[in-house]
């Protein structure tokens, strides 16, 4: 039975940070329909930018702060440069253009920060805590605290806010909301940045723990992304849902099988989704893209 928990302690961490990744997926899909493979890299830079500043002496609040706030600065960036000039082109061709941005992303980060692992102090030390012969980290309480969080935030950004119902205007019907006089661009800027800091609030929360690197975001992208699409792409709920149950799938399948397979249950959701639930566990009945 410990054993079981342990395991389930271990999904539960991990899947926090593949929520944050499946929500920064959907917020971006929400605006424009386009699935943003550059998700995976905000968590990387979140993560390697609070390393950076920390070693460089500042406190570890202010670098966190930073690393939020500069990686938001690089999602707004990428729509204004690479996004926006290329509206109207195929959904398609937008994907591939965000692959190419996780690849240019993941080379500079290369550059700048170097190939070697990197970590931080975790914000609450690190004398596990022991549940039921288990045990668990304080920092996977900050991962799980933090994906529910924002959760709790965009819930309320979406239904009680008028910039966040402009933002599910936009993404019901962006001509409509247009017409009314919403300002869709500020629109798309604004859901990148969103998505962007989502993303690097889940590289600082989960650094402690997981340890980061030039070539993380790849993994976190695919599983978030899995995440989101077992969840319902462009749902909230669903993809804090569809997170986390990667996340369980995941540690279950490295504790009772193998972990030489844990890394494929993501390509494997995915599959199952596409054949037998293409809408997801929450998503529309119908779907107008894939």
Do not use: C
Not at 127 to 155: D, E, K, N, R, Y
Request: charged share 5%; no cysteine.
């Amino acid at each position: 039975m410990s054993e079981l928990i342990q395991f389930l302690f271990s999904g539960v961490t991990v899947g926090a940070v593949y929520a944050l990744v499946a929500l920064g997926f959907t917020i971006i899909y929400n605006a424009s329909d386009v699935v943003n493979f550059a998700q995976g890299e905000f968590v990387m830079l979140g993560g390697m930018i609070t390393w950076f500043a920390h070693e460089a002496g500042l406190p570890l609040p202010l670098a966190a702060l930073i690393a939020i706030v500069l990686t938001s600065a690089l999602g707004v960036a990428m729509n204004k440069l690479a996004i926006e000039p290329a509206r109207g082109a195929p959904v398609v061709s937008l994907i591939i253009i965000t692959i190419g941005a996780s690849i240019f992303i993941q080379g500079t980060a290369q550059l700048v920060f170097g190939k070697q692992i990197h970590t931080f102090p975790a914000f609450s030390g690190d004398t596990p805590i022991h549940v039921g012969g288990a045990t668990i980290l304080p920092q996977s309480l900050w991962m799980i605290a933090g994906a529910l969080a924002v959760f709790l935030a965009l819930w309320l950004f979406f239904s009680r806010t008028l910039l966040g119902r402009a933002v599910m205007a936009t993404a019901n019907n962006r001509l409509a909301a247009q017409l009314v006089g919403i300002n869709t661009n500020f629109v798309m800027t604004l859901s990148f940045a969103l998505s962007a800091a989502i993303g690097a609030l889940g590289g600082v929360l989960a650094t402690p723990v997981t340890l980061t690197a030039y070539g993380v975001g790849i993994g976190f992208a695919l599983k978030g992304f899995a995440g989101a699409m077992l969840g319902g792409m462009g749902n909230p709920k669903g993809a804090l849902l569809g997170g986390f149950l990667i996340g369980l799938i995941e540690a279950l399948t490295a504790g009772y099988l193998s972990s030489q397979y844990k890394d494929a249950v993501a390509f494997v959701v995915i599959l199952l989704v596409l054949f037998f639930l293409p809408q997801g566990l929450f998503g529309r009945k119908t779907t107008d893209r894939v």
